[in-house]
């Protein structure tokens, strides 16, 4: 996707703002595969670049910096399942550094910032960033009360009875502070990891991708016997809240956590300046392999608690830490062969077949190869990349991975070429329904034409389809969907839901299938009957309608309100010179990319047909719309910052949203009103020097009462 960015410098307001939606869904979508599925799509490193581009264009840009902005959000919604906890202190994320010198920076904002000469002593701690997922421990007079999950960073899941199981975290402590909060990491080592991996697939049962994947799959389970059954550990290296302090410096209160028994990091160091920390940074990198588990870099932290306090913290992350990311892991191998996948919206795309390699502890046999351009050695404009080397079947590659669930073909070693390597060709015919391949003016990706009758497309929209965040039928997932299309029972969503009338005693049927029985055959026919009342956003989402991801469905489904109000809009808007188009693209966080893909997909024939076979069968719910009369915030731009208490962020949003107001992640001219809870920071001092009405919660509430 790299190739085909316009530099930030480059892009036009217009543009600015379509990006700012497109990152918005992409990011929204991995983070919830990441934090909420335990099934991260994109890689760490892709993860990142996405993010700083963000950040980049919103820097840029400062007025279009969207309400759902990326850059204001740390992890995901808590999962369905588990109790909510609400952290008494927010759980943050870091900032990330990825050469030597960010490092001497970081040290030089700090001193700016305490007012410090470079010739004033500043030391720091340097350990290992662990690459599992964080956990909040609540000690009350010395015993375990709560456990709680990262979640968004101010509400996670309740998982005590899941932590109770794990060796590493004590179940007492003596001669604790009465309230005392300790936070740090879950994690799996490799070798348990191997074990665990090796049990699964001895049952059938689904293999992790990664420890990381393992450990949040294995700490998030409704059932805590299974967590029991999986080793997991903890390394402390936080707290939240506490009602004493447990040392001076932060160096201090590890070893305090540590005496009090838990498992601190060995290689935590206490360091005097950046050329120390960065020493101890490559003295960690050289053990990584040998250590056991993951790390994927290494987190520095101002050592005097005094200067962490007045340092204080941004939106989500503290200024007084920065994690140092290892770079991307490298490994050379052999090319086998390129394989074409076609995916929901017809991409063909190319996947590496290598001779596997170990790469960073984990054997690599696949590899992306992302579009026909890359292979080429050419970016989208044209221009070479990688020195204008191409990849052919037989080269010599170099892969990497960091911390990546898909790792990447990043080079090629000419010199090892076979004589008889050919430029690879491209297929311009869809491998798996033969239509024609066709690739779009500005676009990287070719994609098949064939819709509905390519069979990739039609199980990948399948499987879209009853995903979580769309229908979500339960007992029919990407594995059922499969084998129902395979056998010609379910050709499009709307087969799902006449499955049972066609196979007329259904049941008699099903229940004689491999898998099935009398049981799960009619509790399937019920939980289809359970979806065919759908909130509007959902269908809108289920669609798989290219751009158009869960945040841009619910705008959708605000904006319009029912089904027939959307469809008509979107029919009308096939007119570019219509006041149905000038109203699509003028909902706020709808450009014309996502604008053209709608109206384009109802303009297709067969697609479309498809869709009134869908919505003929269900009863769609209509979308709550803003309301604007008598609401006393109608049209106005709301900022939330500070500790709210009496509602989380998204309710927050959802009930400014539903009265009419646009909720902004950024204080600006044209904020009309700033909703300040405790800990608000520079937002609220913007406010006050913009002449912004500033108010508390309890004021929010008031002004929108009755409303
Ligand atoms: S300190 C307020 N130290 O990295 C600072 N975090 O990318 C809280 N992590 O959410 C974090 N090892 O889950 C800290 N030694 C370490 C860490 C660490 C891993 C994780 C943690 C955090 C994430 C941020």
Known sequence: MAEQEIAVKELSEADARVELERLATLLAEANTAYHTEDAPEL?????????????????RFPTLKRADSPSEQVGAPVADGFAKVRHEMRMMSLSNAFEDDDITSFDQSIRRYLGLSDADPLAYTAEPKIDGLSLSLRYENGKLVQAATRGD?????????????????????????????????VYMSHADFADLNARQAAKGAKTFANPRNAAAGSLRQLDASITKDRPLRFFAY???????????????????????GFQTNPLTKRCDGPADMIAHYKAIEEQRATLGYDIDGVVYKVDDLGYQSRLGFRSTTPRWAIAHKFPAELAWTRLEAIDIQVGRTGALSPVARLTPVTVGGVVVSNATLHNEDYIAGRDANG?????????????????????????????VDLDKRPDAAQPYEFPKLCPECGSEAIREEGDAVRRCSGGLICPA????????FVSRAAFDIEGLGAKQVEQFYNDGWIKEPADIFTLKDRYGSGLQ???????????????????????????????????????????????????????????SAIDAAHDPDSEAWAGLVGIDGIGTVVANSLVNSFAQEA???????LVAQLTVQAAERPRTEGSPVAGKTVVFTGTLERMTRAEAKAR???????????????????????????????ARDLGVQIIDEDGWFDLIEGA
Do not use: C, M
């Not at 065919?532 to 605000?558: D, Q, W």
């Open 238 to 260: 936080s707290w939240g809240a506490l009602s004493a302090a447990l040392a001076d410096t932060q160096i201090g209160a590890i070893q305090r956590l540590k005496e009090l």
């Open 509 to 567: 049927q099903l229940k004689n299938r491999e898998g099935w029985g009398e049981k799960s055959a009619q509790n399937l026919f019920d939980a289809i009957e359970e979806k065919r009342t759908i909130p509007l956003g959902r269908l809108i989402f289920s669609l798989g309608i290219r751009h158009v991801g869960e945040v841009v469905a619910n705008l959708l489904a605000r904006s319009y309100g029912t089904w027939d109000a959307f469809q």
């Open 656 to 686: 400014a949203e539903s009265l009419g107001a646009k909720v902004s992640g950024s204080v600006s001219a044209k904020t009309d009103l700033l909703v300040a809870g405790p800990g608000a920071g520079s937002k609220e001092t913007k």
């Open 607 to 613: 697609e479309r047909a498809s869709i009134d076979r």
């Open 43 to 59: 890689s760490d490193a892709e993860y990142d670049r996405l993010k700083r581009r963000n950040a980049e264009i919103e820097a």
């Open 153 to 185: 960073g101010t509400t996670g899941e309740n998982v005590t009875a899941n932590a109770r199981t794990i060796d590493d975290i004590p179940e007492t402590l003596s001669g604790a502070p009465e309230v005392l909060e300790v936070r740090g990491e």
């Open 457 to 464: 497309q039609a199980v990948e929209k399948l499987k879209h």
């Open 383 to 411: 221009a070479p990349i990688r020195g204008g080397k191409d990849i052919r079947i037989g080269d010599w590659v170099q892969v990497y991975r960091a911390g990546d669930v898909i790792p990447k073909v990043a080079d």
